[in-house]
Each structure stands twice: as structure tokens, then as C-alpha cells.
């Protein structure tokens, strides 16, 4: 089926152009999970889908579902989508263009005349972005009802200090959903998860291709709020044994994590860390006082398991001999984990063999970024990703993604969708 993609392609311009403007925070663009950027974003797909005839419905944390009916109404959907939140000062595409790309697929479906076996759901999720909520994959875990019940009203925005449930109220949205651990989505319902996503790394900006497939995601292993505690002392009058230093206590263990970092590297495994936030508290410190409380965020990730466990068990030894050498005690939280995941082989082998009738040249590759796709992997739906080229790096105001590439990520969808929803 040949697609005239001249309307899905005005379309995702006009988008991207209404985002941008609807959520411009200089420099770049902020998307507040459950705040205004985000509900501006969610109101603008939802007007695109109601204006191209897509059934729109919301699930009560907010998640919004825009369904293009197929041939049988009673078969599981394809299911195509990403957030709408951004991190702050971000830019414009990372999640966004995952959601224009579904409504540019439905645009382009509907132009043709097109109907698929089974139902096209596009779905905007909810506040992906840790930046927001010290929790990960809000939306998508609630959808599956697996929010654990006290979250709501214990995790409070990083901007504003309030909880999740308060802000979720202001948006007319319903937090005793996620307390009750309803869910909004059926794991056996569902056909796919298809996202297409703008690539945040380097890679394909250097190999000089629009478009990758996506081989598997990194897993996971987020400590959002350590916090080593020692001894606020005197920084001229106490001797180095008496010091219960909460700064080198901090620092030694980030050394001993690149180290760790750089002997996995060697030996050939796959990882990336990075620690954040690292801050002593402003009310407390001062030039002259040896620090006794730090807070830094921690971020471990790895296409590999194993490497995920030695990390935590490296962490768990490196808090025994800060305390044991130190007196400086290290909480850590009890981490966030989410394992990696790889794609389904039957829609990467569609995908490549679409972006081979389009033309579109194209390359395989991992994605080092987390994503909603982790969520659905989980819960044991197949999973597929399409990255699209973007050469100014991601979680900054530099995002770089040529209409022409999203174009041509758009014509490789277009080209598997068959094959994806047979
Ligand atoms: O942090 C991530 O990987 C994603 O952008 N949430
Ligand atoms: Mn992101
Ligand atoms: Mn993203």
C-alpha cells in the first residue's frame, strides 16, 4: 500500500511546532510531569486526534489512548507511543516525537484509506521523566497498576515540593487509581508497544543515518537520594582522625565506581553511571565547617544483568567500609530497579525489512536511554523501538531532529505496520 504522507507530514510539523511554543522555557522547553507543559502537550494531541476521527479516551492518571479502529474491533491493539512530560530547559522531541509519529501514522492510514487488521492505538503516557517525581515511569506503571499505593502522597515534585497526588488533583486527574493498583491496561491485550523515540546518543549522528533499530534497552539502578551522613565539625581545629567527612566519604565512592566503571569497559561489558545532585545542604554548610551530611543521586545502568548486581553489591560494601573507616553512615534508599530488556525479534526483523522497502537507510542499535517500553516488556508484551537521528544529544535545549529524518522513521513505520499488526 503506497501512503501520500504529505498530510502526516504537515501534520507532525504543525505538532511540533504548537509543542514548542505551548511549553518554551528558555532555554529549551519544560514539560512538568503532571504539570501545565505536559497537560498542554496532552490537550494538543488529543485536538490532532479528535481532528483526524481517532476514538480518544484517558484513563484516570491521565495516560491518553487515541485509537484509529482496524478490521476486527476485538483483537488486541498495536499500541504506538511515548510521554509528553520533557525534562526542564529540555528539548522538544525527547518523548514528543514518539506520540506525533503515531498520529502522523493514523494521518497517514486515514489519507490512504487504509485499514489495518486490528485497532491502532496511539498512546500519550504520563511523566516519564524522573527529573520531576523521584519515581520512574509514572504513567506507564499505573496504566498496569503498579504504582505501590503509598507513592502517591510520599514522592513531592522537585519544583514545586508537592506530592504526586495534589498535582495529579490540579490536573483533575484521580491519584486513589494508582492507590488502588486499578489498571487501565491488560498485558494480554495487547498486540505491541511500538516506540519510536529520537536517538540521545551520539551514534547514529556519526554513522550518518536517519534511522536505527533498536536491539534491546539498558536496565536500570537508581538510587535517586543517597545521602551519607558523618559529623558537621571545624574546618581548622579537627585533626584528620577525627573527621566524620560526609564530602570524601562521597567522593571516594564515586572513584571507586569509575573504577568499577572502567574495569567492565575493559573486560568488555556494557555500562554507563552517573551520579547527580552531589550537594552538601545550603542551610547547614559554609566554607569553614567540615561537611557532615551530603545528598547526590546515583544512576547505574547496563544491557546486562549481571553487571547491575555486581554494582549493587559494589555499593553495599563500599557503605560497610565508609561506615567502618569513615563514621560516615551511607542511606541509599532502597534503589529503583528495572531490568533490561530486549526487543521482540519478530518486529525488529519487520521493522528492518520496512525500512528496507522504504529505502530509508538504517542501522541496529541499543538504546542507552530508559524508556515506557521497559514497563511493557515487563509486564510480557513484545516490544519494538525506531530511533530517529538527532545530533544535538537529548535532556538539553540542543535537541537536533530534522523533519526529513522523522519523515523517513515515519515511512519505515508505515512500510512494517502490516507485518507489525498482522
Ligand atoms: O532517563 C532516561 O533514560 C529517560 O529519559 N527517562
Ligand atoms: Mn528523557
Ligand atoms: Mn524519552
Same mark, same amino acid.
Request: no cysteine; hydrophobic share 15%.
Given at each position: 500500500m503506497m501512503h501520500n504522507t504529505m498530510a502526516a507530514e504537515g501534520l507532525a510539523a504543525r505538532l511540533f511546532t504548537a509543542l514548542r511554543a505551548a511549553s518554551a522555557d528558555p532555554p529549551g522547553v519544560s514539560r512538568a510531569s503532571y504539570g501545565e507543559g505536559e497537560a498542554a502537550a496532552h490537550a494538543l494531541a488529543r485536538d490532532a486526534a479528535l481532528a483526524l476521527g481517532l476514538e480518544c479516551r484517558a484513563d484516570p492518571a491521565g495516560n491518553l489512548f487515541m485509537t484509529l479502529p482496524? !478490521? $476486527?474491533?476485538a483483537l488486541p491493539p498495536v499500541i504506538i507511543g511515548s510521554h509528553l512530560d520533557a525534562v526542564p530547559?529540555?528539548?522538544?522531541? $525527547?518523548?514528543a516525537a514518539g506520540v506525533v509519529m503515531g498520529l502522523a501514522a493514523c494521518a497517514a492510514l486515514r489519507g490512504s484509506g487504509t485499514t489495518l487488521p486490528r485497532d491502532l492505538t496511539v498512546m500519550a503516557v504520563r511523566a516519564e521523566e524522573m527529573c520531576w517525581f523521584p519515581a520512574f515511569y509514572l504513567g506507564s506503571r499505573a496504566a498496569f497498576g503498579l504504582? #505501590? #499505593?503509598e507513592l502517591p502522597d510520599t514522592v513531592r515534585r522537585s $519544583? +514545586?515540593?508537592?506530592t504526586l497526588a495534589e498535582h495529579m488533583v490540579e490536573q483533575g486527574l484521580d491519584p486513589a487509581f494508582l492507590r488502588s493498583g486499578? !489498571? +487501565?491496561?491488560?498485558p494480554g491485550r495487547i498486540h505491541c508497544f511500538i516506540e519510536p523515540h529520537i536517538e540521545q546518543g551520539p551514534q547514529r549522528a556519526e554513522a550518518g543515518l536517519p534511522v536505527a533499530v533498536v536491539t534491546g534497552i539498558r536496565g536500570s539502578l537508581r538510587h535517586p537520594r543517597c545521602l551519607p551522613s558523618g559529623a558537621w565539625g571545624h574546618a581548622g581545629a579537627e585533626p584528620r582522625a577525627g573527621r566524620r567527612d560526609a564530602v570524601l566519604a562521597g567522593v571516594e565512592l564515586a572513584t571507586a565506581l569509575e573504577e568499577f566503571w572502567l574495569a567492565e569497559e575493559a573486560a568488555g561489558r556494557d555500562l554507563v553511571l552517573t551520579l547527580g545532585e552531589f550537594h552538601t545542604p545550603t542551610t547547614m554548610h559554609g566554607p569553614t565547617k567540615i561537611p557532615g551530611e551530603l545528598r547526590f543521586s546515583l544512576d547505574i545502568r547496563s544491557e546486562d544483568k549481571a553487571v547491575l548486581d555486581a554494582a549493587a553489591a559494589l555499593l553495599a560494601s563500599r557503605a560497610e567500609s565508609m561506615a567502618a573507616r569513615r563514621g560516615v553512615a551511607l542511606d541509599y534508599g532502597a534503589g529503583m530497579r528495572v531490568e533490561p530488556l530486549k526487543m521482540a525479534p519478530r518486529l525488529r526483523a519487520a521493522l528492518l525489512a520496512g525500512a528496507t522497502k522504504a529505502g530509508v537507510p538504517h542501522m541496529e542499535m541499543a538504546s542507552g536511554a530508559g524508556h515506557d517500553a521497559l514497563i511493557f516488556g515487563q509486564q510480557g508484551v513484545d516490544c519494538a523501538m525506531l530511533f530517529i537521528r538527532n545530533t544535538g544529544g537529548s535532556h538539553n535545549p540542543h535537541e537536533a531532529m530534522e523533519l526529513a529524518d522523522f519523515n523517513a522513521a515515519l515511512a519505515v513505520l508505515l512500510a512494517a505496520l502490516p507485518e507489525i499488526a498482522g
Open positions: 482496524g !478490521a $476486527d474491533r530547559h529540555g528539548g522538544n522531541y $525527547d518523548g504504582i #505501590p #499505593p $519544583d +514545586s515540593n508537592r486499578q !489498571a +487501565s491496561l491488560e
